[in-house]
């Protein structure tokens, strides 16, 4: 560091030039930052469970401090040797004279240069640990709580659990990852000043194409064959009365190399190229679809007058890919009706609470400024209505009514996040129809091309009942696939929209 501490050829003794207030000061902040980063990945070494925290101060904050120290020490120096020429010209010349002859100069820059090779090779090390750590689930999931705990939380809870951040929100390859990098550095401005939307919005402004991201884990060829789906159902009456529908979803799939070419994978990403226009930003209203099958045969289907020619013409065309039915994949955020019947199926909720289902969704549903005043709600409003309405059951099943709070309260904190304005109303999930538009965007009967071919909804173009059971009782039961059969009379259900009435909370 002392590389001139003898400006003159050495007779006398003249104080070293790292001898002046901020050089000192900057030695100081090096040693503090460099003994901190020393510790802090002592405990990153040491733990068993990534801390974010350890993170972002072990090597980001800390390095930072550390290099900002060093770079005082010569910018002291060089003041120091300023204010020194100024005052005595003649024996402190302009700039330094390097003179490898002498024997303390030599050993002097020998140290420097070991210093800074040493420097270099921590700090490649320590840059290529600040790189894993800006990709790590820890950094994005956990490092702003209230920012990320939605999407966090329901991640956690997903088949994507142990799948990393960046593998769907960034892949690989430089130019994406500086991108992201970039975009990333806005992202932690806009927490620190608090300019972040809530709730985050969707779809996200540059999300890498699937082909780059899904499709590097699954394989869009795969063949799933006809697969059996069990959905079950309490109603919203004094027995919750279970029901249960049993139906094959045609998932299909395959090129005719791995099985059948049929199915829904089959026409919407194998068979066919289909591109479309959505009028709205969260891509739920669509009026025109094209698909272009294997030997560049073209079918436009449109919404009659929704667009005009130029419209079509000049409005942003988006290729559909797995996130145009698969737009949930981690950060499910559950309906209140769909967790309470998950809940009751596993009975964690006790099914023989009487109209618990509907009780429980009511709470879920009601609006709630924190969650902690939704949770207080939970407990008072339940143990309210059991106490006025059902005052035997009240003293009877005391655990059961507190076991029902508990994981009402569970449900509301997983899937619920007022703090973010974040519920399953605020992102439509697109797989299905039962709660949002889903595959009734394009399959609603009134999608027509040119030459009278419809998007149809029939009710067996994507999947047959096997049976529907309604409190353990056929509905019906048949072997070559009847229509769904609905509760209560709606009549013609091709013409109606199930999101209409079911929309996840109050209601059916
Ligand atoms: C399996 C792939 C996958 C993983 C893993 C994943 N995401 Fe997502 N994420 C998505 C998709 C798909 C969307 C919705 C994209 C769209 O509709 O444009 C999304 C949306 C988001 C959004 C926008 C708000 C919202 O809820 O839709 C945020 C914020 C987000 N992800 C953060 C994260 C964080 C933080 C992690 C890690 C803890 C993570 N994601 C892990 C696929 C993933
Ligand atoms: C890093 C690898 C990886 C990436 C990237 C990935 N997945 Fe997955 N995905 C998996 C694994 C592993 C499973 C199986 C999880 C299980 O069954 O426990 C899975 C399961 C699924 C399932 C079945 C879910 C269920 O309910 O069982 C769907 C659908 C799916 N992924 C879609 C997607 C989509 C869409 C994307 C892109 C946004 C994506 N995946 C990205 C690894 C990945
Ligand atoms: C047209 C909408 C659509 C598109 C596009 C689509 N899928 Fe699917 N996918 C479905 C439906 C519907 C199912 C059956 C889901 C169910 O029954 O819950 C399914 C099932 C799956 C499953 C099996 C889930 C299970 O439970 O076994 C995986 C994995 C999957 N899709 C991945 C993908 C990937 C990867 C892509 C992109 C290459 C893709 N899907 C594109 C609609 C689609
Ligand atoms: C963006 C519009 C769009 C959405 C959304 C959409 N589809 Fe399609 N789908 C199409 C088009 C266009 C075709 C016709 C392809 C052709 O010309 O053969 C099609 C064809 C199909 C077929 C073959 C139909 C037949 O009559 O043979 C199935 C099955 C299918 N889609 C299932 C689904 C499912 C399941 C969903 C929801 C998860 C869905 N689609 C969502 C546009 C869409
Ligand atoms: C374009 C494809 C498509 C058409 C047309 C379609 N469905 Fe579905 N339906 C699906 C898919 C995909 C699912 C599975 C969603 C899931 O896995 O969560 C589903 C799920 C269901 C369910 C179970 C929902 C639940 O959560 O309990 C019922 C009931 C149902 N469909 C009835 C019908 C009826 C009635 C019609 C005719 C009006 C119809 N479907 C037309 C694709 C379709
Ligand atoms: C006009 C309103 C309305 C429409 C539209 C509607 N439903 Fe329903 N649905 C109801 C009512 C009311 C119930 C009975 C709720 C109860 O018993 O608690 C019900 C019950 C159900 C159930 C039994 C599960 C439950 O929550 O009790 C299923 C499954 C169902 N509907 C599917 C569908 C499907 C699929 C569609 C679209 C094709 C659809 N519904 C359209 C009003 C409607």
């Known amino acids: 560091m002392t590389v001139e501490q003898n400006g003159e050829s050495g007779e006398e003794k003249i104080p070293g030039l790292i001898r002046n207030l901020i050089s000192l000061v900057g030695a100081v902040i090096a040693v503090v930052g460099a003994a901190n980063i020393a510790f802090l990945v002592f405990i990153d070494y040491l733990s068993t469970r990534p801390n974010p925290y350890i993170g972002i101060f072990g090597y980001m904050i800390m390095p930072g401090i550390m290099v900002f120290g060093l770079i005082l020490i010569p910018v002291g120096m060089l003041i120091e040797r300023h204010r020194r020429h100024t005052q005595a010209p003649s024996q402190v010349p302009r700039f330094p004279r390097i003179d490898l002859n002498d024997t303390r100069q030599r050993r002097t820059v020998a140290s420097v240069s070991a210093f800074i090779i040493v420097f270099v090779a921590l700090s490649a090390a320590g840059s290529y640990r600040a790189y894993e750590f800006t990709d790590s689930v820890q950094f994005c999931g956990q490092l702003c709580h209230t920012v990320m705990k939605p999407e966090y939380t329901a991640y956690l809870q997903s088949p994507h659990a142990r799948v990393a951040c960046v593998d769907c929100h960034v892949g690989a390859g430089a130019g994406w990852y500086v991108k992201s990098k970039l975009s990333g550095a806005y992202q932690v401005y806009s927490v620190i000043f608090h300019k972040y939307p809530k709730p985050i919005p969707t779809p996200v402004a540059n999300l890498r194409p699937a082909p780059e991201t899904c499709e590097q884990c699954h394989w869009p060829n795969k063949f799933h064959g006809d697969q059996l789906r069990v959905f079950t159902h309490f109603g919203t009456d004094e027995k919750n009365t279970p029901r249960q529908i049993r139906m094959l979803v045609k998932t299909g799939g395959g090129d005719p190399n791995t099985g059948l070419p049929s199915g829904i994978h089959w026409h919407m ?240």
């Open 269 to 508: 990403n194998i068979a066919n190229k289909i591109t479309y226009i959505a009028t709205d930003q969260q891509r739920q209203v669509i009026p025109w679809v094209q698909s272009e099958d294997s030997r560049g045969h073209i079918t436009v289907y449109q919404v009659k007058d929704a667009l005009t020619a130029e419209q079509v013409q000049k409005d942003a065309k988006r290729r559909m890919d797995c996130i145009d039915c698969h737009n949930r994949p981690t950060h499910i955020y559950k309906a209140p009706d769909a967790s309470v019947d998950e809940a009751l199926l596993a009975t964690r909720i006790d099914p023989t609470l009487p109209f618990i289902k509907q009780q429980a969704v009511t709470v879920l549903s009601a609006d709630y400024k924190t969650t902690d005043e939704a949770v207080k709600a939970i407990d008072k409003d339940l143990n309210a209505f059991y106490q006025s309405k059902y005052p035997d059951v009240y003293s009877s099943k005391q655990p059961q009514i507190r076991q029902a709070v508990a994981e009402v309260q569970r449900i509301f904190q997983n899937s619920i996040f007022p703090e973010m304005k974040v519920d399953w109303r605020v992102h439509p999930n697109n797989i299905g129809h039962f709660y949002f538009p889903g595959c009734f965007r394009c399959h609603d009967g009134n999608h027509v091309s040119a030459d009278g071919k419809v998007l149809k909804k029939d009710c067996d173009t994507c999947h047959t009942v096997q049976s529907q059971v309604e409190s353990g009782k056929p509905l019906m039961q048949t072997a070559q696939g009847v229509s769904f059969q609905h509760p209560v009379d709606i009549g013609d259900l091709t013409a109606v929209n199930c999101a209409d009435c079911h929309t996840g909370g109050v209601g059916p």
